[in-house]
């Protein structure tokens, strides 16, 4: 195992020219040359950079992806280099893509690279023996943005490859120690894959016509939205049209004649929703222009490549590509892309072949340890599709999704590991992504809205859900490691807010610095109003979801006082929360209406809310006689709440499941609506709210990670298998037999597999259970008449 020191020993430097570290939107490729008289069986490369690179040895493409890191904590990646380092002389290459702003998903710093190559003893480090030179093919500086918070889009000119700025040395102003920016931590989890390119098809083409007049500061995006397509039948359009899948040896060779003002269009479709890098395979005449959308569906019968105001703020799912002349192939390493159709659009081109354009798939490497049968093929179908939701939405950590923001959330990536826990059985990448929100933690008592990154508002309940992120985290892996390394944070921001109380309830922060979102509902957006306007608290006010947020922390921060044996402090926070739940009850609640009022304070307008009552009922702050009423509530189809979202449907699940035998029916037919509707529109993955793309102004993700719930549902309630100590210690049975006729899980766990299935035979309910003899299950009355098969 290498560590740092051995980094530090290498005698490596970060190494940037001095001119532009600070400077936006650089791309710098750094050079390398040595000789190597035998190889070590495990040569291995170490580096780190700000903010993105690609490695190339010898020619060949070994890495890319640097790990989401801060500014004063960088990581570092150990690259095997084994088979492709090689006697003699060897060329080390690695481009490096400097951001240098903010965005959701990356915190500003300056621009560096380190690294040390090591085989057997011998260092060869970053330092003075370093070429470099600009990446002249990328235009340099700031670029228009995708959205706010994935980042700049990009444009490349294959032809200036051709023509390059000779290499310069690194000077001693060009270098920086260890000392100065320290190299402190290894990767925590698996690097990405980088698999072979996506099938796809071609499934439309044509001529486009172009107004540059109208508006010629515009964007790659706005242009491609606002051109005049005609389309083309195949045999009108290429030499051959037998074939117009991708890849394609033999190339789609266009033959139609572009007009002088615009070009030749192609739209693709990748069948199924994908992440991963763009990758063209072309053959084309110098100077022949690809500029390229991509998009998750064709609801304007196109890719929607600019979605928003005609303005800078536009977002912008487009970018460019210059050709040089010939066959060749290009990768974009430093923009992963989420969605199922791209769209060309090609102009100034004497000649354009299309062997292939598509995304290289870039999946974590997950091993599917949980399982769920039924003889359902919808449920299964639903469980399999949430699972290939999850995937598409875990790369450096946790993604809200693919296609629009790629940035990590705490409220979604509780959903998002609770489903991982069952469907995977894996811990350090959700543990990793938590740990980036405990970089974050600020003295006000809460983190970033998104991690790692500096934003100019936060969302007070995500903070306190990260808590109970770390919470579900002890008790579903019982590894301890977690809660003791996150522990002195946690202890510090439970007391700051504590501190705050009044009437034993938590009033909300006030400014603009605070975004107070519950849910992409009416009302709990941000504001009061049906839209997604935001609201400032400029005096003291009370929400309920907060507080009920913070109750979840309180329960979460005393799991893991324990784990980090600190008793004391564990029983004095569960009297604390012992006591905030007694005050949301006396705040909120409305006994002419019997349900929990949303907003108390601030002249805030009366507000009921199914995900209000649902968080009452979760965080057991109802008293036992009204909690039928708010669960009839709940399951009402004429209920006048406003209606919980999917984001935050798992709380409402949660609430009414506390009564499984009489409302599991319902929650799982439910689920079955809602999540088959989707598929019933072609869903590949499950989006962010049920209006689809049409929602956010036509701005909705079709696969976000917070709608992977069903994987959870399934095997927590309807297979009913949930830990009730660390690491299923202890672990209850209790499946939902209400539901349906039977199911079977694996359910993964530290120890091992638990295995469970249950099925009615006229009328007596049959199960079957193998645990690891570690493990003590403890099962529900519903089996208890039942018939234990071996």
Same mark, same amino acid.
């Given at each position: 195992?290498?560590?740092?020191?051995?980094?530090?020993?290498?005698?490596? %430097?970060?190494?940037?020219?001095?001119?532009?570290?600070?400077?936006?939107?650089?791309?710098?490729?750094?050079?390398?040359?040595?000789? =190597?008289?035998?190889?070590?069986?495990?040569?291995?490369?170490?580096?780190?950079?700000?903010?993105?690179?690609?490695?190339?040895?010898?020619?060949?493409?070994?890495? @890319?992806?640097?790990?989401?890191?801060?500014?004063?904590? &960088?990581?570092?990646?150990?690259?095997?280099?084994?088979?492709?380092?090689?006697?003699?002389?060897?060329?080390?290459?690695? %481009?490096?893509?400097?951001?240098?702003?903010?965005?959701?998903?990356?915190?500003?710093?300056?621009?560096?690279?380190?690294?040390?190559?090591?085989?057997?003893?011998?260092?060869?480090?970053?330092?003075?023996?370093?070429?470099?030179?600009?990446?002249?093919?990328?235009?340099?500086?700031?670029?228009?943005?995708?959205?706010?918070?994935?980042?700049?889009?990009?444009?490349?000119?294959?032809? &200036?490859?051709?023509?390059?700025?000779?290499?310069?040395? *690194?000077?001693?102003?060009?270098?920086?120690?260890?000392?100065? @920016?320290?190299?402190?931590?290894?990767?925590?989890?698996?690097?990405?894959?980088?698999?072979?390119?996506?099938?796809?098809?071609? *499934?439309?083409?044509?001529?486009?016509?172009?107004?540059?007049?109208?508006?010629?500061?515009?964007?790659?995006?706005?242009?491609?939205?606002?051109?005049?397509?005609?389309?083309?039948?195949?045999?009108?359009?290429?030499?051959?049209?037998?074939?117009?899948?991708?890849?394609?040896?033999?190339?789609?060779?266009?033959?139609?004649?572009?007009? +002088?003002?615009?070009? %030749?269009?192609?739209?693709?479709?990748?069948?199924?929703?994908?992440?991963?890098?763009?990758?063209?395979? *072309?053959?084309?005449?110098?100077?022949?222009?690809?500029?390229?959308? @991509?998009?998750?569906?064709?609801?304007?019968?196109?890719?929607?490549?600019?979605?928003?105001?005609?303005?800078?703020?536009?977002?912008?799912?487009?970018?460019?590509?210059?050709?040089?002349?010939?066959?060749?192939?290009?990768?974009?390493?430093?923009?992963?892309?989420?969605?199922?159709?791209?769209?060309?659009?090609?102009?100034?081109?004497?000649?354009?072949?299309?062997?292939? /354009?598509?995304?290289?798939?870039?999946?974590?490497?997950?091993?599917?340890?949980?399982?769920?049968?039924?003889?359902?093929?919808?449920?299964?179908?639903?469980?399999?599709?949430?699972?290939?939701?999850?995937?598409?939405?875990?790369?450096?950590?946790?993604?809200?999704?693919? $296609?629009?923001?790629?940035?990590?959330?705490?409220?979604?990536?509780?959903?998002?590991?609770?489903?991982?826990?069952?469907?995977?059985?894996?811990?350090?990448?959700?543990?990793?992504?938590?740990?980036?929100?405990?970089?974050?933690?600020?003295?006000?008592?809460?983190?970033?809205?998104?991690?790692?990154?500096?934003?100019?508002?936060?969302?007070?309940?995500?903070?306190?859900?990260?808590? +109970?992120?770390?919470?579900?985290?002890?008790?579903?892996?019982?590894?301890?490691?977690?809660?003791?390394?996150?522990?002195?944070?946690?202890?510090?921001?439970?007391?700051?807010?504590?501190?705050?109380?009044?009437?034993?309830?938590?009033?909300?922060?006030?400014?603009?610095?605070?975004?107070?979102?519950?849910? $992409?509902?009416?009302?709990?957006?941000?504001?009061?109003?049906?839209?997604?306007?935001?609201?400032?608290?400029?005096?003291?006010?009370?929400?309920?979801?907060?507080? +009920?947020?913070?109750?979840?922390?309180?329960?979460?921060?005393?799991?893991?006082?324990?784990?980090?044996?600190?008793?004391?402090?564990?029983?004095?926070?569960?009297?604390?929360?012992?006591? %905030?739940?007694?005050?949301?009850?006396? &705040?909120? $609640?409305?006994?002419?209406?019997?349900?929990?009022?949303?907003?108390?304070?601030?002249?805030?307008?009366?507000?009921?809310?199914?995900?209000?009552?649902?968080?009452?009922?979760?965080?057991?702050?109802?008293?036992?006689? !009204?909690?039928?009423?708010?669960?009839?509530?709940?399951?009402?189809?004429?209920?006048?709440?406003? /209606?919980?979202?999917?984001?935050?449907?798992?709380?409402?699940?949660?609430?009414?499941?506390?009564?499984?035998?009489?409302?599991?029916? @319902?929650?799982?037919?439910?689920?079955?609506?809602? $999540?088959?509707?989707?598929?019933?529109?072609?869903?590949?993955?499950?989006?962010?709210?049920?209006?689809?793309?049409?929602?956010?102004?036509?701005?909705?993700?079709?696969?976000?990670?917070?709608?992977?719930?069903?994987?959870?549902?399934?095997? /927590?309630?309807?297979?009913?298998?949930?830990? !009730?100590?660390?690491?299923?210690?202890?672990? =209850?049975?209790?499946?939902?037999?209400?539901?349906?006729?039977?199911?079977?899980?694996?359910?993964?766990?530290?120890?091992?597999?638990?295995?469970?299935?249950?099925?009615?035979?006229?009328?007596?309910?049959?199960?079957?259970?193998?645990?690891?003899?570690?493990?003590?299950?403890?099962?529900?009355?519903?089996?208890?008449?039942? *018939?234990?098969?071996?």
């Amino acid at each position: 195992m290498v560590s740092p020191s051995e980094i530090q020993a290498s005698g490596a %430097v970060w190494v940037w020219p001095a001119e532009s570290r600070e400077l936006v939107g650089q791309y710098v490729r750094f050079r390398h040359e040595f000789d =190597v008289d035998r190889v070590d069986d495990v040569p291995e490369l170490l580096i780190s950079a700000a903010s993105d690179y690609a490695a190339y040895l010898n020619g060949e493409f070994v890495a @890319w992806n640097q790990y989401g890191d801060f500014p004063w904590r &960088k990581v570092y990646d150990r690259i095997a280099l084994t088979r492709r380092l090689r006697a003699g002389r060897n060329v080390l290459e690695i %481009v490096v893509y400097h951001v240098g702003e903010d965005f959701f998903r990356y915190l500003k710093g300056p621009a560096g690279l380190i690294y040390a190559l090591r085989n057997g003893q011998t260092w060869i480090a970053s330092g003075p023996q370093t070429q470099w030179r600009t990446e002249s093919a990328y235009r340099q500086g700031p670029m228009p943005e995708v959205t706010r918070p994935l980042g700049p889009t990009f444009e490349y000119d294959a032809r &200036k490859t051709q023509n390059v700025d000779p290499w310069q040395t *690194i000077r001693p102003q060009d270098t920086f120690s260890t000392d100065e @920016w320290p190299v402190r931590d290894e990767r925590p989890i698996e690097k990405l894959r980088l698999e072979p390119p996506a099938p796809a098809r071609v *499934i439309a083409q044509g001529v486009f016509r172009r107004d540059e007049s109208s508006n010629p500061d515009a964007t790659v995006a706005r242009r491609m939205l606002s051109d005049f397509l005609s389309p083309r039948h195949p045999q009108d359009f290429y030499d051959h049209s037998g074939d117009l899948r991708l890849p394609n040896a033999r190339g789609l060779n266009v033959r139609h004649e572009s007009p +002088a003002d615009g070009g %030749v269009y192609l739209v693709i479709d990748l069948g199924c929703e994908e992440a991963g890098l763009l990758e063209l395979d *072309i053959d084309a005449s110098a100077g022949a222009i690809v500029d390229v959308a @991509w998009g998750e569906h064709l609801d304007i019968l196109r890719v929607s490549a600019s979605i928003g105001p005609r303005n800078a703020d536009s977002r912008n799912f487009a970018s460019r590509y210059i050709a040089r002349d010939g066959r060749q192939t290009f990768m974009h390493p430093f923009l992963r892309l989420g969605g199922r159709y791209l769209q060309l659009h090609v102009s100034g081109a004497k000649r354009f072949v299309l062997h292939y /354009a598509g995304l290289r798939p870039t999946p974590y490497p997950l091993e599917h340890r949980g399982r769920f049968e039924t003889s359902d093929w919808l449920l299964r179908t639903i469980y399999d599709v949430s699972v290939r939701t999850l995937e598409l939405c875990m790369h450096e950590h946790y993604e809200d999704c693919p $296609w629009r923001e790629q940035s990590l959330y705490a409220n979604d990536a509780r959903n998002q590991a609770l489903c991982g826990y069952y469907a995977f059985g894996e811990y350090r990448f959700p543990a990793a992504s938590f740990m980036l929100f405990a970089e974050t933690l600020r003295d006000d008592g809460y983190t970033e809205m998104c991690a790692p990154a500096r934003i100019e508002f936060t969302i007070p309940s995500f903070s306190m859900l990260w808590v +109970a992120d770390l919470g579900d985290h002890y008790l579903y892996s019982g590894d301890a490691s977690l809660a003791r390394s996150v522990w002195p944070k946690v202890s510090r921001m439970m007391d700051t807010h504590l501190s705050r109380l009044v009437d034993d309830v938590l009033p909300c922060p006030t400014g603009n610095g605070y975004w107070h979102f519950y849910d $992409w509902a009416a009302g709990l957006a941000g504001g009061y109003g049906p839209g997604y306007e935001r609201v400032f608290v400029d005096g003291v006010r009370f929400d309920a979801p907060l507080n +009920a947020c913070f109750v979840m922390a309180l329960d979460a921060a005393v799991r893991l006082a324990r784990a980090a044996d600190d008793p004391t402090a564990a029983e004095r926070i569960a009297q604390q929360a012992r006591r %905030v739940r007694a005050g949301f009850h006396a &705040k909120f $609640w409305n006994t002419e209406r019997e349900l929990y009022k949303t907003y108390v304070g601030c002249d805030a307008p009366d507000h009921w809310a199914e995900l209000t009552q649902s968080l009452a009922l979760c965080i057991d702050a109802c008293p036992d006689n !009204l909690t039928d009423a708010l669960r009839r509530h709940l399951a009402r189809s004429d209920t006048e709440l406003v /209606a919980t979202t999917l984001s935050q449907s798992l709380y409402k699940f949660w609430a009414l499941l506390q009564d499984a035998p009489r409302y599991g029916g @319902w929650v799982f037919q439910t689920v079955a609506d809602q $999540w088959s509707g989707m598929l019933r529109q072609g869903a590949t993955s499950f989006w962010e709210t049920l209006q689809g793309a049409e929602d956010f102004d036509h701005a909705g993700s079709l696969c976000h990670g917070w709608s992977a719930i069903p994987v959870y549902l399934y095997h /927590a309630y309807l297979t009913g298998i949930r830990p !009730l100590e660390p690491g299923f210690r202890r672990f =209850v049975v209790d499946p939902v037999v209400s539901a349906g006729s039977g199911s079977a899980a694996v359910v993964p766990t530290p120890a091992g597999p638990i295995e469970f299935s249950w099925r009615w035979v006229a009328d007596r309910l049959h199960y079957r259970l193998v645990h690891p003899p570690q493990l003590t299950p403890q099962l529900s009355p519903a089996l208890a008449d039942g *018939i234990r098969e071996s």
